[in-house]
């Protein structure tokens, strides 16, 4: 097996961090302490590329570098194609703008009433109630105000945000993001799911969260316990590659699973990182047998400096094919493209229908067989009408 299931990252990282005590190791404010954040703790443990030099110079400049411990553990230091790497350290291309791109390509600012809130649908808003994360992946959507390294000045205001709710009875669900939410304390984490449950109109409140990924040590029991109070609370975690899926994330998934958080993926589709169905595929069955439900695959959004990772639809398409209907149905998750300036998500779907008239559609089976489904209801000749009685009959007596 490629990816064996037990692989630990605390075992993998025996060599750089084996003077540290396992109960430093495996508390979540010693692993935030400890994060590799500069260009010189970064070349005490591996040997940059001059890409990679380059990309963390500059980096400072667009959204910071972080990577806890744990997380750097999973990194091949002899490899530069490595997918954790490539997730987290900088690279030259970040420096490097294209036409297309954007700093807020999904006009989230636009569509924010009040800072950090967006109501781009209907009945759900997207709550932003931190700008930080455990660590920073190169690709991210929000680099313009994670981190605040480009001095965008977002200051999480959640008075403002939950009067806005509070005062919207159309909003029934409630997804909070960030920046990370689970970096937030147990006891802001509690105020604030309190006072979303107080609502009477949010029957839904989520929270996407890349910190089971970063940093499984913030899951503890006491965090679990004020997720199950306010519960149900649903879950979007994000994983990208098989390699992340360690047996501590495997455990921080069974605590928040055990304690009600029904848990989904998003992934985003990034270059020689999961580009690749026999990849994906690995990723979706891990996904699976931690109880975790892949839900999207995003396109990548036309971010600034993030040229470096965008793959070809029609690569992405074909990774969808390639599952569905290979494996099992759960392990699927639906591709997307979160349209540029503010449309919202828009599924992408390899097309499985020929051709559809008023009379039938005809359409390919996932081995690429033709079917065809009747739209019609042709009454049969009067003699022939007593066949399926008949049947009936013999089949129930
Ligand atoms: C992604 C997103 C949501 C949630 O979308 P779902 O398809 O319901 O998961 C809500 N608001 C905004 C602004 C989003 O970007
Ligand atoms: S965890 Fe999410 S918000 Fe944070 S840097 Fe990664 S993609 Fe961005």
């Known amino acids: 097996m490629p990816y064996s299931e037990d692989r630990s990252a605390w075992f993998e990282g025996q060599g750089l961090w084996q003077h540290v005590d396992e109960s430093d190791w495996k508390d979540w404010a010693w692993q935030l302490k400890?994060?590799?954040?500069?260009?010189?703790?970064?070349?005490?443990?591996?040997?940059?590329t001059p890409d990679e030099r380059a990309g963390v110079l500059f980096a400072g400049h667009k959204l910071a570098m972080a990577i806890t411990p744990y997380f750097f553990n999973l990194i091949d230091r002899n490899n530069p194609n490595c997918p954790i790497r490539l997730q987290m350290i900088p690279r030259a291309g970040e420096g490097m703008l294209h036409a297309e791109e954007m700093l807020d390509s999904l006009g989230e600012d636009e569509h924010s009433p009040v800072p950090g809130l967006v109501h781009r649908y209907p009945d759900r808003v997207l709550f932003l109630v931190?700008?930080?994360?455990?660590?920073?992946?190169?690709?991210?959507?929000?680099?313009?105000?994670?981190?605040?390294?480009?001095?965008y000045n977002f200051h999480p205001e959640y008075e403002q945000g939950l009067r806005y709710i509070e005062a919207?009875?159309?909003?029934?669900?409630?997804?909070?993001?960030?920046?990370?939410p689970l970096l937030l304390s147990d006891r802001k984490l509690d105020h604030l799911l309190g006072r979303l449950r107080a609502i009477k109109?949010?029957?839904?409140?989520?929270?996407?969260?890349?910190?089971?990924?970063?940093?499984?040590?913030r899951i503890t029991p006491e965090l679990c316990e004020i997720l199950k109070k306010h519960g149900p609370i649903?879950?979007?975690i994000h994983v990208n590659h098989p390699k992340e899926a360690t047996a501590e994330l495997k455990t921080a998934c069974e605590r928040l699973s055990f304690a009600g958080v029904p848990l989904g993926n998003q992934s985003v589709l990034l270059k020689g990182?999961?580009?690749d169905a026999d990849v994906m595929q690995a990723l979706v069955h891990r996904l699976l047998r931690m109880r975790v439900r892949p839900y999207y695959l995003y396109q990548m959004d036309l971010i600034t400096?993030?040229?470096?990772?965008?793959?070809?639809?029609?690569?992405?398409?074909e990774i969808i094919q390639a599952l569905r209907g290979h494996t099992t149905g759960y392990a699927v998750p639906q591709y997307v493209i979160d349209a540029p300036g503010g449309g919202g998500k828009v599924p992408i779907n390899p097309n499985y229908i020929e051709t559809i008239t008023d009379d039938e559609v005809v359409f390919k089976n996932y081995e690429g067989r033709t079917f065809r489904y009747p739209l019609t209801a042709t009454p049969v000749a009067a003699g022939e009408q007593e066949k399926p009685v008949k049947l009936h009959e013999e089949l129930h007596g």
Request: aromatic fraction near 8%; glycine fraction near 6%; include cysteine.
């Open 168 to 180: 919207h009875p159309e909003i029934r669900d409630v997804l909070l993001s960030g920046g990370d």
């Open 34 to 48: 400890n994060r590799i954040t500069k260009l010189e703790d970064l070349e005490r443990y591996m040997t940059l």
């Open 305 to 317: 400096g993030g040229a470096h990772f965008k793959v070809d639809v029609r690569k992405g398409l």
């Open 201 to 217: 109109h949010v029957e839904f409140i989520r929270i996407g969260s890349r910190i089971p990924v970063f940093l499984p040590q």
């Open 234 to 236: 649903w879950m979007s």
């Open 130 to 151: 931190t700008d930080r994360c455990a660590s920073y992946c190169r690709y991210c959507t929000r680099s313009r105000l994670v981190s605040n390294a480009q001095d």
């Open 273 to 275: 990182v999961n580009d």
